[in-house]
Nanobody, 121 residues
Framework: HVQLVESGGGSVQAGESLRLSCVASGFPGNNLYMAWFRQAPGKEREGVAAIDNAGSATYTYAVQGRFTISKDSAKNTVYLQMNSLKPEDTAMYYC????????????????WGQGTQVTVS
């Protein structure tokens, strides 16, 4: 069965860094797009970063210049390097995936991991 497993969350001080990882397994074919979302308490889930097969990435405005998404296609793994973390980055971070379609359509992602908590104080 398909599965997305995140790791790397934790509690840090403002200005520090964290690196999230997400391993995808069980997906057929190789046209898999992956992205990161987050949901803070009382807020809607938002797309944070997405990456296509060529390595091009997009970011939500709030994290531009601080977060970097990357992937290792051979390992079906996507990473989110988060630098200069701020308290407003505190949220549950979710890995998401979609087979085919457009990786730039936040509403198209239909596979989700269980989430990993990031807390910045």
């Amino acid at each position: 069965h398909v599965q997305l497993v995140e790791s790397g969350g934790g509690s840090v001080q403002a200005g520090e860094s964290l690196r999230l990882s997400c391993v995808a397994s069980g997906f057929p074919g190789n046209n898999l797009y992956m992205a990161w979302f987050r949901q803070a308490p009382g807020k809607e889930r938002e797309g944070v970063a997405a990456i296509d097969n060529a390595g091009s990435a997009t970011y939500t405005y709030a994290v531009q210049g601080r977060f970097t998404i990357s992937k290792d296609s051979a390992k079906n793994t996507v990473y989110l390097q988060m630098n200069s973390l701020k308290p407003e980055d505190t949220a549950m971070y979710y890995c998401a995936a979609v087979l085919g379609g457009s990786c730039w359509n936040w509403n198209g992602y239909n596979y989700w991991g269980q989430g990993t908590q990031v807390t910045v104080s």
